[in-house]
């Protein structure tokens, strides 16, 4: 059984809508790329190794169609990295539109969205999740990953879509490797879904030696 992990971009107070770009999610949203003027060489190394193994793509309907009218026309170019790669492998899209993509080597999910991801995780080693909030908020209530890579930049925006809605399941996530931050102020964590929920307990109490 393969992995799944979350590949995701935040600014301090959890907004992840729209980092790439003013036109990516230009509905009621003023802060559209927000991530660009943070980008520096570190973190940029950091996505590029994050990707590396990827043998599938898992994308909401909305991150699929700003891909598919980027990545085809990269190769060769100064991101042909990561374009031939994301070109080459299968992408599978939550969408609720039944309709013809043209983007070579991807299919849309079927209505059991559960059901769909599990059948991926099954023949592929490494999917990765890029964005796509809604269908993040799926795979976090039904605990459909392994993985969340979290990108927190250093701004704070106070409005728009957050990686963690009101509707999350309470969760345990261990951490799996030390935090690491570029030199804009960037910090890169990387969890693993871990058993159990959160527990609670009482500061003061005795036994802690307070």
Do not use: C
Request: hydrophobic share 40%.
């Amino acid at each position: 059984m393969g992995t799944i992990t979350i590949e995701m971009f935040a600014t301090l107070d959890l907004v992840g809508q729209a980092p790439g770009g003013p036109d990516e999610d230009p509905d009621g949203f003023p802060f559209g790329g927000w991530q660009a003027p943070l980008i520096d060489d570190v973190t940029g190394a950091q996505i590029d190794a994050a990707y590396r193994g990827t043998d599938a793509l898992l994308l909401g309907r909305r991150t699929y169609d700003i891909f598919a009218s980027y990545w085809p026309h990269q190769q060769g170019g100064p991101d042909d990295g990561i374009a031939s790669l994301f070109n080459g492998i299968p992408k599978y899209v939550a969408s609720r539109d039944p309709r013809t993509l043209d983007w070579a080597g991807s299919s849309v999910l079927g209505p059991d969205l559960p059901t769909a991801v599990r059948e991926i995780r099954e023949r592929h080693q490494d999917i990765k999740v890029v964005g796509s909030l809604d269908l993040v908020q799926t795979l976090l209530r039904e605990r459909l990953f392994d993985r969340l890579d979290l990108w927190l930049h250093p701004i704070v925006l106070g409005v728009g879509k957050t990686v963690f809605d009101t509707g999350a399941l309470p969760t345990s996530l261990a951490l799996v490797a030390p935090p690491q931050a570029s030199p804009g102020g960037t910090v890169f964590l990387q969890y693993a879904l871990a058993d159990g929920t959160p527990t609670t307990g009482d500061m003061g109490a005795p036994d802690r030696g307070l």
